[in-house]
């Protein structure tokens, strides 16, 4: 291990792996030590495709976090987990692999002084460079629903994608009642317009899933990376980091490291008597995510062998084996296919609470690319609750409510460097977002209210107990759950502005040699699944301090 380094990142998730990888691999290879505070998470028993729902339950692979009690939602606390380890919630999250709107990443540009680097064109390159993506769609699922073009996507990056290899019996015809209620087929997500309904891609290879410690591999011999060292603060000279530092520890953890370090929120610091640097009132504020909530129902009819393989211990078991000898098998469909889709409301567009919006959100709002909700099926439920054998043979769907405006804030409560922030997302807090949420709960009726859906149900498990806004609404309280898609606590913006602390460079304003790149700098909640994001937002950075330190 060197003892010095010319770059030290800490966090290995998408963002941080990305930052690592690339500046090590550059032509001037520079040293760099990547600091990651969890384990290495080099089993590959941790990463079978139809296992990702349950490995974020694996405590040594979260920070077993949960919110503040939620005010607009029964005061309940809810999972607030992001992952630890090699490969950070890339090695925990869902495995839905899309990208976003392009209005997304404009409006990021714009937002960051007009800054092309965030741009919807040269994100799309990154992409590009990011991926390995085999196009291929599994039998019995046509162009119609999974059809990529070549030019939106890469195929010799270090990260692996692909549509599932094989999907389980109801999904097909899942996705053409999405289509006979009136929702159009889109059959690429990640062209820029996620729009429409398809089939979705995996982070995921022939069984295998991807992660962020994919884009490490091989090591390059100018990368040290330390693992099961936990970061508690950044060391400073004056307004200057001990050397050229890189926080993507994500956007918990990242306020918790620059709050212990003396630079955030003055009051904050003072009650816990953190001596300040720089009080920053941005750290730590405007934290934004995605919640949804299931809709579930036990079915007469529907894959039959789906109820069968998970209420079978020895048949799992024996799948488990199959996957260990060649990563195929039950293991690589059940639960591995996602018929999912991003929608628009005109209910919603015509309601009151968008119309009092500002017009510049109504704007963005109404862009033909942003999405407001979003559908997703075959959700293993029963990973989750409590539910009989007999039962096994269900239906479940998720509804996404996007783009709400609840800003929350993650604060000090605590003088203890190693204690969690108290994460507050203020779920529900706005007019807006309640009635976002009752509108996309309700157009989601379209699909569970048809007849084509309704004849195979024989019990609720999941879902409103009536239709008034009231319970709609009620249901949302009861019921939601984060995406885990936290994001904006240490925000990029326009130095100056009272809610910003990052610049377009990723500079903490008013300090030297430290950046911060990962979801807390993203000013918006982006219209997807953000790893995606996080990847880009990784390799925006590194293009910038490769092109600033002329590594190239």
Not at 9 to 24: H, R, T
Request: charged share 20%; hydrophobic share 40%; aromatic share 8%.
């Amino acid at each position: 291990m060197a003892l010095t380094y010319d770059f030290i990142v800490v966090g290995s998730g998408p963002a941080g792996s990305a930052i690592a990888s690339s500046l090590a691999r550059s032509p001037k290879k520079p040293r760099v030590l990547l600091v990651e505070a969890g384990g290495p998470n080099d089993d590959r028993a941790l990463r079978v495709d139809g296992q990702r729902w349950t490995t974020l339950q694996n405590a040594a692979m979260n920070w077993g976090c949960k919110t503040a009690p939620q005010e607009h939602c029964g005061g309940r606390e809810i999972d607030y987990s992001p992952g630890r380890g090699l490969g950070g919630s890339s090695a925990v999250n869902f495995g839905v692999f899309s990208v976003g709107a392009r209005r997304d990443y404009d409006e990021w540009a714009a937002r960051a002084g007009g800054d092309g680097a965030f741009a919807w064109e040269a994100m799309r390159r990154r992409f590009r460079s990011l991926e390995s993506f085999d196009p291929t769609p599994p039998p019995g699922v046509g162009a119609r629903y999974a059809a990529a073009k070549a030019e939106d996507h890469g195929d010799a990056g270090p990260l692996r994608t692909e549509f599932p290899d094989e999907v389980e019996a109801d999904t097909l015809p899942m996705l053409e009642l999405f289509e006979e209620v009136g929702f159009p087929p889109n059959p690429d997500h990640n062209s820029g317009d996620p729009i429409g309904v398809a089939l979705g891609i995996n982070s995921s290879s022939k069984g295998l899933r991807s992660t962020a410690a994919d884009l490490l591999t091989p090591v390059p011999e100018n990368l040290t990376i330390v693992t099961d060292s936990p970061v508690q603060r950044v060391l400073l000279e004056g307004k200057r980091a001990a050397g050229e530092v890189i926080l993507s520890a994500g956007a918990l953890n990242d306020p918790r490291i620059l709050m212990h370090s003396g630079i955030g929120p003055k009051a904050q610091l003072e009650e816990f008597g953190i001596p300040v640097v720089q009080d920053v009132p941005a750290i730590g504020q405007g934290l934004k995510d995605h919640a949804f909530v299931p809709l579930a129902y036990a079915r007469a009819t529907g894959d039959a062998s789906r109820a069968a393989f998970y209420g079978d211990q020895a048949a799992m078991a024996a799948a488990l084996e199959q996957w260990k000898a060649d990563g195929s098998g039950p293991w690589a469909k059940y639960g591995c296919e996602m018929p999912i889709g991003w929608f628009k409301l005109p209910s919603l567009v015509a309601s009151p609470e968008f119309q009092a919006l500002p017009e510049s959100e109504r704007a963005f709002l109404n862009d033909p690319t942003v999405p407001h909700y979003e559908l997703l099926s075959h959700f293993p439920l029963h990973w989750f609750l409590p539910f009989p054998a007999a039962a096994l043979n269900y239906s479940c769907l998720l509804v996404f409510l996007y783009n709400a405006q609840a800003r929350g804030e993650v604060t000090l409560r605590s003088a203890d460097p190693d204690a969690p922030l108290r994460f507050d997302p203020k779920f529900l807090s706005t007019a807006f977002d309640r009635r976002a949420a009752v509108e996309a709960l309700r157009d989601a009726y379209r699909v569970v209210r048809h007849e084509t859906y309704v004849k195979d149900n024989v019990a609720t498990i999941a879902g409103p107990k009536g239709e008034s806004d009231e319970e709609l609404l009620e249901y949302w309280r009861q019921s939601i759950g984060s995406s885990w898609h936290m994001t904006g606590t240490v925000k990029m913006g326009r130095p100056g502005d009272a809610d910003v602390a990052v610049d377009n460079n990723f500079r903490l304003v008013g300090f030297r040699g430290l950046r911060v790149a990962d979801m807390s700098v993203v000013p918006i909640i982006m219209s997807c699944h953000v790893q995606a994001v996080a990847y880009l937002t990784g390799l925006t950075c590194a293009e910038k301090l490769i092109a600033e330190y002329e590594l190239d």
